[in-house]
């Protein structure tokens, strides 16, 4: 089946660098990445969507400028939180469209903590 | 380990009959229980949520969701569907420090 890798699984890093995370689809091309957060016990929030070659797409009141987003192939995406603070710790989540085929896939999900 | 599963890839239910969305979790202790729907081309969608108390959610759409512990289930349900809940449905479970979805669902609406 559809597989999205996501990495890394867990990161620490200090307050004011910055971290890329990466998602990548293994058998299948995805036209649209979709990168979520998602605070402890709460549900999920959409950051913002991509499409391939194209600039993202960023929900209301996220930082486009901390949150940057690639997505320059059709098998990868990437978040990277710049200047990282200890209030972005979270747990990030991509899901990946599959082009043509229709459905939704999600990677392992990554949790960040910025100490 | 946890996982979440949804039996079913594919449903098909005629306009205005009932619908029920299996949904399994896995992790014992006390979970945190979500359903989103997620139409094409958009992002997810929470429908309901569980946590504490009441076992049978009500959430938005006209949908609901009945936690049984003694099965671990938490399915979806609404009974009478709509041609526009045509979507994919995600159950989802947080433990202790992750997410956890199932495969998804797609639901398909016929007149």
């Known amino acids: 089946g559809a597989v999205v890798s996501q990495h890394p699984s867990r990161v620490i890093c200090k307050s004011g660098t910055s971290v890329k995370i990466e998602c990548r689809s293994l058998d299948f091309q995805a036209t649209t990445m979709f990168w979520y957060r998602q605070f402890p016990k709460q549900s999920l929030m959409l950051m913002a969507t991509s499409n391939e070659g194209s600039k993202a797409t960023y929900e209301q009141g996220v930082e486009k400028d901390k949150f940057l987003i690639n997505h320059a192939s059709l098998t990868l995406s990437t978040l990277t939180v710049t200047s990282a603070h200890p209030e972005d710790s979270s747990f990030y989540i991509c899901s990946a469209s599959h082009r043509g085929v229709g459905g939704y896939t999600f990677g392992s999900g990554t949790r960040l903590t910025v100490v | ?111």
Do not use: M
């Open chain 2, 1 to 111: 380990a946890q996982s979440v599963t949804q039996p079913d890839i594919h449903i098909t239910v005629s306009e205005g009959a009932s619908l029920e969305l299996r949904c399994n979790y896995s992790y014992g202790a006390t979970p945190y229980l979500f359903w989103y729907v997620q139409s094409p081309g958009q992002g997810l969608q929470l429908l309901l949520k569980y946590f504490s108390g009441d076992t049978l959610v009500q959430g938005i759409k006209g949908f609901e969701a009945e936690f049984k512990r003694s099965q671990s289930s938490f399915n979806l349900r609404k009974p009478s569907v709509h041609w526009s809940d045509a979507a994919e449905y995600f159950c989802a479970e947080t433990g202790a420090n992750n997410l956890f979805f199932g495969t998804g669902t797609r639901l398909t609406v016929i007149p």
